[in-house]
């Protein structure tokens, strides 16, 4: 391994250099997961102040944390892939890496002249993953991609939030992190593929794609219908009591997947009758009068404390758990155990959620690079190559 | 390939034998991107009924659209785990399988004899890949663990909603899908890895680990201030406008990154004077008045129709875009032209995201199997090795 390199733990994929083109946020989060895992990843920044996110907040410091969940354990190069003498260096990287990973808008790479089919006559062992918002085919190709215009076009947003309310973009960018996860899928099984044939691949993830691969339940509604399914807040579709709930103070989430369940609940809540009560017999019975049930729930759990009622119910058997907010949730000892808060270049953020045995998972992991942070280093190491392999040739 | 084997395209797991004990939605959702990338999928399914989902709804026919979505192209057998015949069945499977999928509570597997460090002794080579709710390890290993649970204590359904309203559950399951998403990302890795090594592993995905890796902007906020996020409705935390819209009739979405899409936006929404008002001349601005911003705006949109402002700012070179229920997103030329409304056993369903070349994407897939369908070939073909293994020991 070269001098220059971040210093990864040991991975699956410990070994192999992938050149990461990818900005803003859905690329950067799948090529994060391959230096969680172990691979060499260089990230190649253009002139200027290199990736936008690097001007986005929130900051601690001078650091943008944006920019930091998303680009740990890379290393950073400026090349401007314009000039002739930075795209020698970036296609003699491409001559000895095993994967490419670009999230331009479709057509920008062969505008520069780095098609998937040019680059693979050059290196033919090249994975070539392209992540972008709708895909590099159909109609909506060049249409603008961002997060919030494909969980509008998805559905997603429709089928999130309540019957009486609007419809709710999921507080996370969804769309970016769907797409960057499956690119991510994308690559590994054409590596392992690479393995039994020798041959790199083109791998066109599209957020939009991703995204409707996670519909599931309004997807099955409108098969089964034809027509959209209607937003149903934060119950169960098909179960009931499965919902959230206030307290005397803070909400939370009780599920009863079945009618012995619900029977302890209404013990546990002092309210025997309610199990034996016409209307909620079955779980099909609780599905058909869900409000009424839930109004009568409400009213008991309302009388007590949070703490007090996780305590009854888990004592009980009926499943109940806190709603936490992210605060909370970062520093519940699970996730401690876990390692899922973990310190990057003085940051906490999210760890990684691939645990393979045999590698480490350590708290402390190697933090995004300044910008060109390795640039130096990286032109000697691509630049002496080429002059092997012209000497060679 | 046995003659009992469903028909799975080529993908690059083509010739993997992967044993499915998952169930329910975050293990076969996870499996099922083996089967559409081509790996042989056999799925262990109890006496009785089967799989749980098979007696949820939405039904077509006597067909369980749950079941169907996350069991396309696999094979069933039923086999009685605690039974000692259905058991050497099993084993003979595991001698022979690439990967191992379970998603039972932590503890079911060690129960039945089952553990990773029992079958690794028998095929050292096996994936044996584990999802659950919150993990093998950690304080929380065997608390119930259901979607919403996981949505609840993970800080998604904190930061998901608007700001005047409750915390709100993604219409989706979240949970259940990332962490089957995170666990097909582990067995790739290490199928990968196995290649370079000749050895097995364990993978270790808790549905939570992934949610918490999907927080984002929540964990940045968190990060920076110390403080949980509070939610912001269907706006972006960083630009402005960046948000939904309504109209005359339907609710559009304009996302205007920097100063010159806004000033293109008022030119074209006949508003020139917001573009120079003092307190929308920066994005910073905009963000410190977005309420102000987001009432001028929506005054002039709910004018005319959503078809007319998509035409007026697309012209106008503003990103705009429907927000799509999922009927009309299921039937988008974009969904259809990227094979992601696909047909399996009879049934439309969502597609495979991961496009690679090489392999065909069909538009029909083979469907999911009816229980035990496999059932007397799967017996036939792992009770004659095994008597072939006894001959050769």
Redesign the interface.
């Known amino acids: 391994m070269p001098a220059t390199s971040v210093k990864n733990p040991a991975?699956?994929?410990t070994?192999l250099l992938v050149i990461d083109l990818t900005h803003v946020?859905n690329g950067p989060f799948g090529t994060t997961?391959l230096s969680d895992?172990g691979a060499r990843v260089v990230k190649i920044e253009p002139p200027g102040h290199g990736d936008d996110t690097r001007t986005?907040?929130?900051?601690?410091g001078d650091q943008s944390?944006?920019f930091s969940?998303v680009n740990r354990g890379k290393e950073s190069v400026v090349l401007n892939l314009k000039d002739p003498a930075d795209r020698d260096i970036f296609l003699n990287m491409v001559r000895q890496a095993d994967v490419l990973a670009e999230n331009f808008r479709p057509g920008t790479m062969q505008h520069l002249g780095f098609s998937?089919e040019e680059l693979a006559e050059i290196n033919p062992r090249l994975i070539y993953a392209s992540s972008s918002g709708?895909?590099q085919?159909?109609?909506?190709a060049h249409?603008?991609a961002?997060d919030?215009?494909i969980q509008?076009?998805?559905?997603?947003?429709?089928?999130?939030?309540?019957a009486d309310?609007?419809?709710?973009?999921?507080?996370?960018?969804?769309a970016?992190?769907?797409g960057g996860?499956?690119m991510?899928?994308?690559i590994?099984?054409?590596?392992?593929?690479r393995?039994?044939t020798g041959?790199g691949?083109?791998?066109?993830?599209?957020m939009?794609?991703?995204t409707?691969?996670?519909?599931?339940?309004?997807?099955?509604?409108?098969?089964?219908?034809?027509?959209?399914?209607t937003?149903?807040?934060?119950r169960?579709p098909?179960m009931a009591p499965?919902?959230?709930f206030e307290t005397g103070d803070k909400?939370?989430?009780i599920?009863c997947?079945n009618d012995h369940l619900f029977a302890q609940l209404c013990n546990a809540l002092g309210l025997p009758g309610l199990a034996t009560d016409a209307r909620f017999l079955t779980n099909s019975d609780r599905i058909a009068h869900q409000a009424a049930l839930k109004d009568a729930l409400q009213s008991a759990l309302k009388a007590h404390l949070s703490e007090y009622w996780q305590s009854v119910l888990h004592e009980a058997g009926v499943?109940v758990?806190?709603?936490?907010?992210?605060?909370?949730?970062?520093q519940?000892?699970?996730?401690l155990?876990?390692n899922?808060l973990i310190e990057a270049g003085g940051?906490?953020?999210?760890?990684?959620?691939?645990?393979?045995?045999?590698y480490d998972d350590p708290k402390v992991r190697v933090g995004a690079p300044s910008l060109n942070q390795h640039g130096d280093a990286l032109r000697r190491e691509f630049a002496a190559h080429a002059q092997a392999a012209n000497v060679s040739a």
């Open positions: 991975g699956p994929f070994g946020l997961i895992l986005y907040g929130p900051f601690v944390l944006y969940f998937y709708f895909g085919t159909g109609p909506l249409f603008a961002y919030t215009i509008a076009m998805s559905g997603i947003m429709d089928e999130t939030g309540f309310g609007p419809p709710t973009r999921v507080g996370t960018s969804l970016d992190l769907c996860t499956f991510f899928c994308g590994a099984s054409a590596l392992y593929a393995e039994k041959k691949a083109h791998v066109d993830v599209a939009f794609d991703a409707l691969a996670f519909l599931e339940h309004g997807f099955m509604s409108y098969v089964a219908t034809g027509a959209a399914p937003r149903i807040g934060n169960h098909f499965f919902d959230v909400h939370i989430v599920c997947g499943p758990a806190p709603l936490l907010n992210v605060a909370e949730a970062a519940l000892p699970q996730t155990a876990r899922m940051v906490q953020m999210p760890g990684n959620p691939v645990k393979i045995s045999g």
